[in-house]
Each structure stands twice: as structure tokens, then as C-alpha cells.
């Protein structure tokens, strides 16, 4: 799997780095154009390949770290060590490092800290049930040797983060133990020790920051909570910035002392860096990012409630959900709770819904098959095989189960649902919302163990049932098939419109193509076309949505709502438009008939590919009735009709 997975990659020299999430591969390539993702998405064992976010992300499942282990040892250790200077250094990429950043140092921690929070989450419920005290040696050991992962947030992160900006990861575990140095943590005084009226007179003030002791004469500014325990987004600063120190000391410092100086210098510098300078600067920011982000939730809950809900998995599916984690660490470190993931949570729950009202509906067997374990999957909060497998290619109960995850995220903004602490995922996500003690102590409220679970237990059951409810009553299963026309006909409907051939060739059948994409009408109900001339013309009157830079594609939307795909050829995409010229741009208007792109059949023959060109209908549910208007083996020329549909 993984040498197939290699090779449809481009091949191992064209692999800059690896790393992994939850559920998916993130490559980082050196050309984009050398991955083939036709061939990665019929690899056994991938769920899907996309490029999203600047990298080739292969959905892999609860299986990654498996297969990403034996990448690795396909690869070799240096062909996977993810290259932070590269990716920074390819400007056109800013997101994509910035998500490869997240991944990297979040994603070896994840399966622990979900872990903890389940620990901490369980004792909570037990002592609010009376089975455990809250002065029983069970209760300190436990709770506490669990709540220590994200107290010693920045040691643990100092060694990821430095695994991923390849710093010496000794070097990024001292820089966490200073942050987190007891000597250290009681210079500033506490936002708990100020609540408790324990007040530490200050040195002074600059800039209206009160300060407690200085470094080199230079005053040491600490963040309001008043040490850097927990914290996310100054540790990562301060590693990267001494990845970089440490990457010059290498180059300039002599060999017979390189082996101690470099992390001596490295260390006193960075760390000195971090603390008068970094650290400050990361900490200001992160508090205003924290602070804008309840600003939105508490004046525009309704807003921030629905996007999170409703978008969550489109955001699963581009691979950008990663881009919430860092607000989301930010608030639980500063606040002791976080809204803004809070309305993503029903999400997997409606995909559940989702995918459960279309079996239920379905006949096929295959469908039926693949039921099981997608639904065990989102159960457990993977939804990818669910997502991609059933509720994806379908489109409504895909929509329908946004619709529900966004109208449950509203509610929970609207009641202010918080999360308290890192749970797991799925239906060991509920944890999340049991309020810790800390937060009701802080805030001088009564500790409320249960009200928060019961509000996300209502609301992800309330998401499943709307989501159930529209797509069962408003979901009809497609029965068309490779080989015959699809019919779900209403005698009483007779406005039929006309699509025509987009170029002069022989008529074939989609299952007959060599592209795998097309051939399994998954994407849609068509044919292809056998071209023996050199131009491709709109088969409608509509606007040109897609056409790729490579020009082998377009995309026409009708102007009576069907979406027509065209693809000139197997795999020609990798020709980088060698061979094609485009007579339109996206967003475009074009009439029937109209020239849109023309290609070298004589030149691409020769080379090798095959230049079938499927016309395939991508919305065909959207239709009660398409019917093909010419027979297998027919000659038709540019114009002809080619189906009937009934809108």
C-alpha cells in the first residue's frame, strides 16, 4: 500500500516531507504536478487524496499511524524529517506552513492528551456522584497526574516542536522545563493567587505592565496569568526562533567546541529571547486573539455558532480544521474554557445521522456493506469514511447534515456551551463539557458538573434527528447505472431540455474509459466521446466555473442547473497544458456550440494518452429523468444532442 501510495505520489524524490493527523497524510511535495490523484484514490486502503491547504493529504482513517510508520521506513528518517525552512521559504504556501506547523506539533500529542481529559472527566462525575471524594489520595493522584499533561504543555510542545523545526529536541525540553520552572512560575504572581487577594508588589511598570524581576537589567514582562504553564503559542515562538539561532551557531562555531557551545549559546540566547522579547509579544498577541475570539462568541454567538456548525466539515474535507486548534488551546490555557470548537462537536453526530438515514433508504448492497464500519468510525468521531464513502458523493445528506450542524452550533453559542477541557473525539467528546473546578473557583461560581453534558447531549441529539428527518424525507437514492439511462420519470413532467455534443468523435460508454474517476459513474451519469477532431465546444448555454490552468477540463453550468463535466483524456492533467489552448476563462458566459478549449489530438496520441473525453452530468440527482439520445458506437458531431433531461 504505502509503495503504491509512494509512487502515485511522484515518487520518493519528489517527497520534501510527511508528517500526519488524526486521519490523514500531509505531504509536502516538491511538484504537485507529479502526484496523480486518480491513481492514489483507487489504492486500497485510502479513503481519499486531495490537495488542500498547499500539500497532498491522503485520508487514510484510525489506521494512519500505521501506515505512516512504514512511510517512514519506506522513506528513510531524512526524507521524512519535515523541512520547516522549505516550507516557509515557498511563499506562495503560507497557509499550508502554517497548517504543516500545527499538524506537526499537535498531532504526537493528541491520542495522550484525549486520554488525559477522559481521566480527569471520569473522576469529575464520580466525585460529583459521591462515589469519589475529593480528599481521597485516588482523586489527587489521578486528577492531577492527568491535569499535569496540559500544565506542562510547553515541555511537551518545546519536544515536538523542535522534532518538526529539526532542533536538537533536548534543546526544545529545556526550553519547556524554563518555562515551567517552579522558581520561575512564582516570580509574577498568579491570576488565582490575585483572586485570593495574595498580591506580589511589583518592581515597576513599562508600557503599563507591571513587572517582578529583570534579565541582564532588562525587565521581564509575564503574561496576565502570570507564568507560562499551559501555555501554547510562546513555546513554539521561542523553538523555532532557536532552531534557527542553533542552525547558525552550526555553521560558524568550531568543531572541537561545537558539541557543548552550540546548545549553550543556543539555549541562553533563545531562552533570554523568549523572555524579554518573544514570549511578551506572543503572549499579547494570544491574549487579544482569545479575547476577540469571546468578543465574537458573546455579541455574535448566533454567527460564530452557525459557521463553525455548518462548515466544520467542509473544513474537515479541505483539511483546514487544523486551524482552529491553536484558538482553541489559546482559550483553554488563558480562560479555562473554549467556545469557539465548541460548535463543531454535533458535527459527527449529524454525519451519523446523516449516513444511517441513507442506508436505511438504500438498496445497494455495496452501500449497505460499507455502513457498518463508516458509522462505527463517526461513532468514535473519525467521520472520513462515513463522510467520503456515503454522505459526500450524494450531496444532499452531505448538505443536510451541515444544515444540522449548523443549527445545533447556534445553539449551543446561544446558551454558552463551553468545553472545559481536551476530551477524545465522537462519543468520548462529552467529557469535554464537565466545568473543572478551577474554572467555577476563578470565576466564583457554583461548580456545575452535569449542566454542560446534558446541553451537549440534547444538542447532538437534536442534530442527529434534524438531519435524519430532512434526509430521509427529502433524499431520493439515485438507480441509474454505467450502461443504461437513468429514469425516475413523472409522467406529469414534460419540460425537457437538451444537452449537446461537445466535440465530433464516436460515442463509448463511461465504463469502457480508462479513467477510473469517470468509469464507475460516481461522479456522475454520462458518456464519453472518442475524438477525431481537435476541438472541444459547450454543450449548453451557461458560464464556464472551472477551467484548470492545464486547460485539459472545464466545467459548464447550465442555465438550467446542470453541472457538465468535461475531461479531454486519461491523466493529461500531468501534461501541465503541453498540448491544449483555452478560448474562455472561468466565469465566462458561452453559448451552445461555442469553441472552449482545442488539443493536439495527433501530438497526444503519439505520446501515449488516451484522449477519450467523458461528458458526465456531476449533479444527476438533481434530475427526475436523463436520457441518452445516441447508442454506443454511434458518430456524432459537435451540436448533436446527446441526452434529455427533465429538471
Known amino acids: ?102 499538524t506537526g506539533v499537535f498531532s504526537p500529542i493528541l491520542g495522550v492528551l484525549s486520554a488525559t481529559g477522559l481521566i480527569k472527566g471520569v473522576i469529575m462525575v464520580l466525585v460529583a456522584l459521591g462515589v469519589l471524594s475529593e480528599n481521597s489520595g485516588t482523586y489527587t493522584i489521578l486528577y492531577n497526574a492527568a491535569d499535569s499533561l496540559f500544565y506542562f504543555f510547553p515541555i511537551v510542545i518545546g519536544y515536538t516542536a523542535a522534532k518538526k523545526f529539526a532542533l536538537n529536541e533536548i534543546t526544545g525540553l529545556m526550553l519547556g522545563f524554563a518555562l515551567c520552572a517552579p522558581s520561575i512560575v512564582n516570580i509574577a504572581p498568579s491570576a488565582i493567587s490575585i483572586a485570593a487577594g495574595q498580591a506580589i508588589e511589583p518592581m515597576g511598570e513599562i508600557f503599563g505592565l507591571k513587572y517582578y524581576t529583570t534579565l541582564f ?241 440534547v444538542a447532538c441529539a437534536a442534530a442527529m434527528l434534524s438531519t435524519f428527518m430532512l434526509t430521509f424525507f427529502f433524499y431520493r437514492e439515485n438507480l441509474f447505472s454505467p450502461d443504461v439511462s437513468f429514469s425516475n420519470t413523472n409522467p406529469a413532467v414534460s419540460s425537457e431540455k437538451k444537452i449537446y455534443s461537445v466535440a465530433r468523435g464516436v460515442v463509448k460508454k463511461l465504463s469502457d474509459i480508462e479513467d477510473p474517476a469517470f468509469s464507475d459513474n460516481s461522479l456522475g451519469f454520462g458518456i464519453a466521446i472518442d475524438p477525431i477532431e481537435e476541438e472541444v465546444y459547450s454543450p449548453v448555454d451557461g458560464v464556464v466555473s472551472v477551467l484548470p490552468q492545464t486547460c485539459h477540463a472545464a466545467c459548464i453550468m447550465g442555465d438550467n442547473g446542470e453541472m457538465i463535466l468535461i475531461h479531454i483524456g486519461y491523466n493529461t492533467a500531468s501534461l501541465l497544458g503541453e498540448g491544449f489552448r483555452a478560448y474562455v476563462k472561468e466565469g465566462d458566459r458561452v453559448k451552445k456550440g461555442e469553441k472552449i478549449i482545442s488539443f493536439d489530438l495527433d501530438g497526444l496520441k503519439k505520446k501515449g494518452y488516451s484522449l477519450s473525453i467523458p461528458v458526465v452530468i456531476g449533479n444527476s440527482e438533481d434530475f427526475s429523468r436523463i436520457e441518452l439520445l445516441k447508442s454506443e458506437g454511434e458518430m456524432v458531431s459537435a451540436g448533436d444532442e446527446l441526452f434529455k433531461i427533465v429538471p
Open 1 to 102: 500500500m504505502v509503495k503504491k501510495i509512494i509512487e502515485a505520489a511522484g515518487g520518493r524524490d519528489n517527497i520534501s516531507s510527511v508528517t500526519h493527523c488524526m486521519t490523514r497524510l500531509r505531504f509536502t511535495l516538491k511538484d504537485d504536478a507529479k502526484a496523480h490523484l486518480s491513481a492514489l484514490n483507487n489504492v486500497d486502503g485510502v479513503v481519499k487524496a486531495l490537495f488542500s491547504g498547499g500539500m497532498l493529504q491522503i485520508v487514510i482513517g484510525v489506521n494512519v499511524v500505521d501506515v505512516y510508520e512504514e512511510v517512514c521506513a519506506f522513506l528513510g528518517k531524512s526524507a521524512v524529517t519535515a523541512d520547516i525552512k522549505s516550507d516557509i521559504k515557498e511563499k506562495k504556501k503560507p497557509f499550508a506552513a502554517f497548517i504543516s506547523v500545527i
Open 217 to 457: 537589567g532588562v525587565p521581564v514582562i509575564f503574561p496576565a496569568s502570570g507564568n507560562y504553564t499551559s501555555s501554547v503559542v510562546p513555546i513554539i515562538v521561542v523553538t523555532y526562533f532557536a532552531s534557527i539561532i542553533e542552525r547558525f551557531l552550526k555553521k560558524h562555531i568550531p568543531c572541537e567546541i561545537k558539541r557543548f557551545a552550540v546548545p549553550l549559546v543556543t539555549f541562553v540566547v533563545s531562552l533570554s529571547l523568549g523572555l524579554l522579547v518573544l514570549g511578551p509579544v506572543a503572549t499579547i498577541a494570544t491574549d487579544a486573539i482569545g479575547y476577540f475570539t469571546v468578543f465574537i462568541f458573546n455579541h455574535f454567538s448566533l454567527l460564530g455558532g452557525a459557521f463553525v456548525g455548518g462548515f466544520w466539515q467542509v473544513l474537515v474535507i479541505l483539511g483546514l480544521h487544523w486551524s482552529f486548534v491553536p484558538l482553541h488551546f489559546i482559550n483553554l490555557a488563558s480562560k479555562g474554557f473554549d467556545m469557539v470548537m465548541t460548535p463543531f462537536f454535533p458535527a459527527s453526530f449529524a454525519c451519523i445521522a446523516a449516513t444511517l438515514a441513507v442506508v436505511i433508504k438504500s438498496k445497494d448492497k455495496q452501500i449497505k456493506s460499507i455502513a457498518l464500519p463508516s458509522l462505527i468510525s463517526a461513532v468514535v468521531g473519525i467521520t472520513e469514511p462515513a463522510l467520503y464513502g456515503i454522505t459526500l458523493p450524494r450531496q444532499k445528506p452531505f448538505v443536510f447534515s451541515c444544515i444540522g450542524s449548523a443549527i445545533v452550533g447556534v445553539i449551543l453559542s446561544a446558551t454558552k456551551s463551553y468545553m472545559y477541557i481536551e476530551s477524545g473525539l465522537g462519543v468520548f467528546g462529552f467529557p469535554s463539557f464537565i466545568m473543572t473546578k478551577e474554572f467555577a473557583c476563578a470565576n466564583n461560581i457554583p461548580l456545575d458538573v452535569a449542566g454542560g453534558v446534558v446541553c451537549a447531549v
